[in-house]
């Protein structure tokens, strides 16, 4: 494919999801609260020193990167679709670069079918185009986890330097801490990944932690002036209540797998209602897109159950499978060892950091059936019903609950530099800044 015929197909997919994002919720309670967080920074000039509520213990991540996300493209254009243009550019360069790491990885992989599903499947469209701190989650996620694939010496394809290797490691990490409490499972993560290097290369980890520290500090900048203000205070969101022994949650490992595969599949019906009436309602009400959702959906439990099935499998053809499949079992060992010690049950946004090293699995097990022409006849089909399915929960939210259902008064609150008309930040949380 010549370059031109790339920038424009990247163009495409870039108007596609934006307005898919356009469409999506912006007035729900959580998306309004991260709106809120750049808002305020816009309208009073004051410094966001944190960032996203952690609701269920009434504490806040440290860091000004979730409200400069936010409000840093309303300084430059005052109209309230900047923020979501932010973030769509972000997010396409983050899914652009793992769909070219797949790629290295697995040459084999048909590029119609590789670069659509990283794009437009339902957890890469649902969360990444549209205002929630979810969003952002992404890119850190994918800067970390393809510079960790790069260091870890089974792992490792040389599709990076390796000290290009150790800077995305760092930056992944410090902007997550920023965006999620997640990232306290990435920090694990990361001394496992400099212990291997340790191990095998201890030469590569000498010279790449300059690398690793330059990354870090990149990321964290925005986070100084929340340490210079309350220094290791500002942390609080990472211990204390958050932290709570809770073996009981090893019951419930069989759904953190479902749901850890999940990224990776069709799974569309939790994204058009919260029980099986609202979905219900949804498929009556836009019965042009019914069928598709439904064979769509069948795909999507097809593929979690045949992700789940390829932990047992081997693949001889593939020299780097077992190293992937044991990185996948690590991954699910610690996100359950994780749980035993969180006061928040096994949700799936909560582990939605995971998706893309769920993704990197998961064509490792898709090549094989991506050689034949009926799975590629499938691959055919599930890209058509996921489009028109996708179509009509765009519609459903643009009506219902989009920018557009009351952009005026997110418009004025720009204009009046008002805040407050648009809503509250949460009153409960814990804040060091009303110290």
């Known amino acids: 494919m010549q370059r031109w015929q790339t920038v424009v197909l990247l163009a495409a997919a870039f108007a596609v999801r934006l307005a898919y994002g356009l469409a999506s919720d912006l007035f729900g309670h959580d998306e309004v609260q991260i709106f809120l967080i750049g808002l305020q920074y816009y309208t009073t000039g004051a410094w966001p020193f944190y960032g996203p509520d952690v609701v269920y213990t009434h504490t806040q991540l440290p860091?000004?990167?979730?409200?400069?996300?936010?409000?840093?493209?309303?300084f430059l254009v005052a109209q309230p679709e900047a923020a979501y243009v932010l973030v769509n550019v972000i997010?396409?360069?983050?899914l652009s670069f793992l769909a070219w790491y797949i790629g290295r990885r697995l040459p084999q992989v048909p590029r119609w079918f590789l670069w659509p599903w990283v794009l437009f499947s339902?957890?890469?469209?649902?969360?990444?185009?549209?205002?929630?701190?979810?969003?952002y989650v992404l890119p850190s996620g994918v800067l970390f986890f393809v510079g960790a694939y790069e260091l870890v010496p089974a792992l490792r394809i040389g599709a990076l330097p390796?000290?290009?290797?150790?800077?995305?490691?760092?930056?992944?990490?410090?902007?997550?801490?920023q965006l999620h409490l997640s990232s306290a499972v990435l920090a694990v993560l990361a001394v496992i990944v400099l212990g291997l290097v340790a191990r095998e290369r201890p030469a590569d980890l000498v010279s790449g932690l300059p690398w690793l520290a330059a990354g870090a500090a990149v990321a964290g900048a925005t986070l100084v002036p929340a340490l210079l203000r309350d220094g290791m205070a500002a942390f609080k969101a990472f211990g204390g209540s958050n932290v709570h022994p809770e073996p009981a949650a090893l019951l419930s490992l069989p759904l953190l797998v479902a749901r850890f595969f999940s990224f990776a599949s069709f799974e569309f019906a939790r994204f058009i209602g919260a029980s099986t009436e609202?979905?219900?309602d949804f498929l009556a009400a836009y019965p042009w897109a019914a069928p598709f959702a439904v064979v769509a959906m069948l795909f999507g439990v097809l593929q979690a159950a045949w992700l789940g099935i390829s932990m047992f499998?081997?693949?001889?053809?593939?020299?780097?499978?077992?190293?992937?499949r044991t990185a996948t079992w690590c991954?699910?060992?610690?996100?359950?060892?994780?749980?035993?010690?969180?006061?928040?049950?096994p949700a799936s946004h909560v582990i939605y950091v995971m998706l893309p090293a769920v993704f990197i699995y998961s064509f490792y097990c898709?090549?094989?059936?991506?050689?034949?022409?009926?799975?590629?006849?499938?691959?055919?089909v599930l890209l058509v019903s996921g489009c028109v399915a996708h179509a009509a929960l765009g519609v459903r939210n643009f009506n219902l609950r989009s920018l557009y259902t009351n952009r005026p008064l997110v418009m004025r609150a720009i204009v009046e530099k008002n805040h407050r008309l648009v809503g509250e930040r949460r009153p409960d949380v814990w804040r060091l800044e009303a110290r």
């Not at 499998?313 to 992937?324: L, Y």
């Not at 991954?331 to 049950?345: D, M």
Request: net charge positive; with cysteine.
């Open 91 to 94: 997010s396409l360069a983050a």
């Open 366 to 380: 898709w090549a094989p059936l991506l050689q034949h022409r009926i799975g590629k006849r499938a691959a055919v």
């Open 162 to 177: 390796r000290r290009t290797a150790f800077f995305c490691l760092g930056a992944g990490l410090l902007c997550l801490l």
């Open 313 to 324: 499998r081997r693949q001889p053809g593939e020299p780097r499978w077992p190293a992937v």
């Open 278 to 280: 609202q979905r219900l």
């Open 331 to 345: 991954l699910l060992g610690l996100i359950a060892a994780a749980f035993t010690l969180s006061v928040k049950g």
């Open 122 to 135: 339902p957890w890469t469209l649902n969360y990444s185009t549209h205002i929630i701190n979810t969003s």
């Open 63 to 74: 860091g000004g990167l979730q409200g400069l996300l936010v409000a840093g493209p309303l």
